[in-house]
């Protein structure tokens, strides 16, 4: 048999072509990661196996760079960031550059209801430096935050402050008004206590406050307790929450949101934005409540650009929308037309993005500047038909009630009649056109006889199965002619039989019977009670 660990040459070439293969599977494997965590990067587990990965062939620098990526795609990871300080610790021998990790780790991580793994490495690290002070400054800092294991940290603290210095416990200022409350309890008594009792006294006192900061701190835990227990899945994952766990999230939000803490209310969004990715009510909501809070104008544009450049999907076009009219709010005028761009050259059938691109164009320079995105939309050779049609009935919108001119918008939906006579919203739209021009005992008849034209033409021009015809009837003549007129459809013989016009085929007769709707219509209220898995759309 042949060797094929040999490729017919030297063993000085079969070893180069070895190494050069060994190198272009690093460099895919390497290319897979980067691809794979680009479009999920809130994955931190792969983080830390790519991260391992690069220690294992590049050394600890390489593995440094990852773990820098990776706790900049998911700030708010106490697992990664846990990872990364304890990879610090064991690769790191300078301390001043490990605490400073610690230390920004702390800034993104700290206030987590589940970060004690965290902070117990960080104390693990003091107590492996042998550095009492800092362990004990950590310890303050902790007891003043709610989260899951509190009280153990508050019984270490209370343990080692009776064997620190006064002078570390509390600020001088109030280190001497302790001291002058314990010597004018002792003067009422006609008494001068020595040192030591004083010292004893002043620590009975001051044990007492950081009790109190222990119950105040308890309580802030137990406030949270009921929303974190129904947390099931506090990590990123690409199916769907259930409902339960939705609405859990929501009034969570609810109660920090009461509490008027910034810095907890926005810690809270940035968790539930790791859980709740692909969920864009959230990031609405996030960008609606940061929008409320003085001077965040920048911060508000980075949601945007989080929500719409990496986690919802250009299919959801609604936050993209949203952040345009946030820059054209910002008179970034520039930036909102870009944003429409974008939508249409991915999403060109979108007709919410056009027409909010026309009104874009509308507000800022005028009528006929809106008429030119909706010609360029209709000329295009990549929209839909029936997208078109519809496009035209939005802008026989513009002439009708911005423009004001009823007989041009009258024209607009005769001349094209012929082009997008299959469009079941096109024939609705100038139905109600009609319908909605205001009339008089004296026009009655006039209105009448323009809606049974409309209605004439749809009967003999569209394709539209004769159910939706008659739909459209039954609605529009009834409410024009009161009940007697469906008996008008009846005798109209709406059949194919009778039109004596070709059926469109299914995929074709789905497309020009759909309804258009914008993002608010279809998202409506949640529902309290819903059940099983929350859809993402």
Not at 27 to 51: C, E, I, N, Q, T
Not at 261 to 276: A, D, G, K, M, P
Request: aromatic share 14%; proline share 4%; with cysteine.
């Amino acid at each position: 048999m042949g060797d094929f660990a040999n490729f017919g040459g030297t063993d000085e070439e079969n070893a180069e072509i070895k190494r050069l293969n060994a190198e272009v599977s690093l460099a895919l494997l390497r290319d897979s990661y980067d691809r794979f965590l680009l479009k999920f990067p809130l994955l931190f587990g792969y983080w830390k196996k790519y991260a391992d990965l690069e220690f294992n062939i590049s050394g600890p620098e390489s593995a440094e760079m990852i773990y820098e990526r990776g706790c900049a795609s998911i700030t708010n990871s106490v697992d990664l960031w846990t990872e990364y300080c304890s990879f610090k610790m064991e690769t790191t021998h300078t301390p001043h550059l490990v605490r400073e990790l610690f230390d920004r780790a702390a800034s993104h991580i700290g206030l987590d209801f589940l970060s004690h793994p965290f902070w117990d490495k960080y104390l693990e690290y003091e107590t492996r430096q042998e550095a009492q002070d800092k362990i004990f400054a950590i310890l303050n800092r902790v007891i003043h935050i709610p989260m899951h294991q509190y009280a153990r940290y508050f019984e270490r603290f209370r343990q080692m402050a009776h064997t620190r210095p006064l002078e570390e416990l509390v600020s001088a200022t109030e280190l001497a008004q302790y001291r002058a409350e314990v010597e004018a309890e002792a003067a009422q008594f006609g008494m001068q206590k020595p040192e030591l009792e004083i010292e004893r006294d002043i620590r009975a006192k001051i044990d007492a406050f950081f009790y109190q900061i222990f119950q105040g701190t308890q309580t802030e835990t137990n406030k949270r307790w009921t929303y974190e227990a129904e947390i099931k899945r506090p990590y990123f994952h690409v199916t769907e929450l259930e409902h339960h766990q939705v609405i859990n999230w929501r009034k969570y939000l609810d109660f920090e949101e009461s509490e008027g803490n910034y810095q907890r209310i926005v810690f809270l969004y940035e968790r539930c934005l790791v859980t709740c990715a692909l969920y864009d009510e959230f990031w609405f909501r996030y960008a609606r409540w940061m929008a409320a809070q003085e001077h965040k104008e920048e911060e508000v544009r980075i949601i945007y650009m989080r929500a719409a450049t990496i986690f919802v999907p250009i299919s959801r076009p609604g936050i993209r929308l949203q952040w345009a009219y946030f820059e054209e709010m910002t008179g970034r005028l520039d930036v909102a037309r870009d944003i429409h761009a974008a939508i249409l050259m991915k999403l060109p059938d979108c007709v919410e993005a056009v027409v909010s691109w026309a009104n874009l164009q509308r507000r800022q320079s005028g009528l006929d500047a809106a008429i030119e995105v909706y010609k360029a939309q209709i000329d295009s050779p990549v929209v839909d038909i029936f997208t078109k049609a519809a496009l035209v009935t939005e802008w026989a919108s513009l002439l009708w009630k911005i423009k004001g001119s009823v007989e041009e918008a009258r024209t607009a939906f005769a001349k094209n009649a012929e082009w997008y006579a299959d469009s079941r919203h096109f024939w609705q739209k100038w139905l109600e056109f009609e319908l909605e021009q205001p009339t008089s005992a004296e026009k009655e008849t006039q209105v009448a006889e323009r809606v049974k034209k409309v209605f004439a033409e749809m009967q003999s021009k569209s394709r539209l199965s004769p159910g939706v015809k008659q739909e459209l009837g039954q609605v529009y003549l009834r409410e024009l002619f009161g009940p007697p007129s469906v008996s008008l459809i009846t005798k109209a013989k709406l059949s194919k039989e009778g039109s004596g016009i070709p059926e469109l085929d299914e995929a074709t007769r789905a497309k020009a019977e759909r309804r258009f709707y914008n993002y608010y219509e279809l998202h409506t209220d949640p529902d309290p009670d819903a059940q099983g898995p929350a859809s993402f759309d």
